[in-house]
């Protein structure tokens, strides 16, 4: 088993300085260990740091992760800030199919767990059409609900897949993983907000150039304005950044 990467520590959660590639030779290197307890990776962004600063039992949760990807420019450019600069964004929104990609070619079994009505469904279709090969045993709404573990689980363990998808939403997701890892039948995890959404074609992600360019907030601002809430965490993010800059110095 390949040693993971070196961490950096943004406001107390520790990240993983990895990059696309390297997450997929280390998923790639946990399926082909033998079977153990199912594997979580988290996909970090500036949210993810400010609500584990709030609240301790998604910090613990988090800090519980087997792999914590660096997703989002803020995390980038707080990496940066403190010496150690990371590559790119891993994100859940790409890393699907860059996963599904990989899930094709080694012939790993992936499961899409979550999203709104039909969005799992239609998902699956789309991705087995992009990807000739790939193998999609099954698909489930659900909830992160307790009442709707045993339906879930019961699925699960029909399907018995190597790559689980699970797009409850941060922060639920990642607990709903943390919370029944040791009993998923599956060998690696990862939430992946709503980008079943996007790979259904039922939300529009942000044009390639506000990717680019750190925008894509800006354009989940514009089409959900609901979520002004979550987006004034950006600049409390910014501000605890440098705030924490200024006391660690001498």
Same mark, same amino acid.
């Given at each position: 088993?390949?040693?993971?990467?070196?961490?950096?520590?943004?406001?107390?959660? /520790?990240?993983?300085?990895?990059?696309?590639?390297?997450?997929?030779?280390?998923?790639?290197?946990?399926?082909?260990? @033998? *079977?153990?307890?199912?594997?979580?990776?988290?996909?970090?962004? *500036?949210?993810?740091?400010?609500?584990?600063?709030?609240?301790?039992? =998604?910090?613990?949760?988090?800090?519980?992760?087997?792999?914590?990807?660096?997703?989002?420019?803020?995390?980038?450019?707080?990496?940066?800030?403190?010496?150690? *600069?990371?590559?790119?964004?891993?994100?859940?929104?790409?890393?699907?199919?860059?996963?599904?990609?990989?899930?094709?070619?080694?012939? &790993?079994?992936? =499961?899409?767990?979550? /999203?709104?009505? %039909?969005?799992?469904?239609?998902?699956?279709?789309?991705?087995?059409? !992009?990807? $000739? %090969?790939?193998?999609?045993?099954?698909?489930? %709404? %659900?909830? $992160?609900?307790?009442?709707?573990? $045993?339906?879930? !689980?019961?699925?699960?363990? /029909?399907?018995?897949?190597?790559?689980?998808?699970?797009?409850?939403?941060? @922060?639920?997701?990642?607990? +709903?993983?943390?919370?029944?890892?040791?009993?998923? *039948?599956?060998?690696?995890?990862?939430?992946?907000?709503?980008?079943?959404? =996007?790979?259904?074609?039922?939300?529009?992600?942000? @044009?390639?150039?506000?990717?680019?360019?750190?925008?894509? &907030?800006?354009?989940?601002?514009?089409?959900?304005?609901?979520? +002004?809430?979550?987006?004034?965490?950006?600049?409390?993010?910014?501000?605890?950044?440098?705030?924490?800059? =200024?006391?660690?110095? @001498?």
């Amino acid at each position: 088993m390949p040693a993971l990467p070196p961490t950096v520590d943004i406001l107390g959660v /520790a990240v993983h300085r990895i990059d696309i590639a390297g997450t997929l030779a280390q998923v790639a290197a946990w399926l082909a260990a @033998p *079977p153990g307890p199912c594997r979580q990776i988290c996909t970090v962004n *500036p949210e993810f740091i400010i609500d584990a600063g709030r609240d301790p039992v =998604f910090a613990e949760a988090l800090a519980r992760a087997d792999l914590r990807v660096p997703d989002g420019v803020g995390v980038l450019w707080a990496a940066r800030r403190r010496g150690a *600069p990371l590559v790119e964004r891993v994100t859940g929104s790409d890393g699907v199919y860059h996963l599904c990609a990989a899930a094709a070619t080694h012939g &790993w079994r992936v =499961f899409l767990l979550g /999203a709104g009505s %039909g969005v799992a469904e239609l998902a699956a279709a789309k991705l087995t059409a !992009r990807y $000739p %090969g790939l193998s999609v045993v099954g698909t489930y %709404g %659900g909830s $992160p609900a307790d009442a709707d573990w $045993p339906a879930v !689980r019961e699925r699960l363990a /029909a399907a018995r897949p190597d790559l689980l998808f699970v797009a409850y939403g941060h @922060p639920r997701q990642d607990l +709903w993983i943390d919370r029944h890892r040791r009993e998923l *039948p599956a060998r690696v995890a990862i939430g992946v907000g709503g980008a079943l959404d =996007f790979v259904a074609g039922t939300a529009r992600r942000a @044009p390639v150039w506000m990717r680019r360019w750190g925008l894509e &907030w800006l354009h989940r601002l514009i089409r959900q304005p609901w979520r +002004w809430r979550r987006m004034v965490k950006l600049p409390v993010f910014v501000v605890r950044v440098l705030a924490a800059e =200024f006391t660690e110095k @001498p």
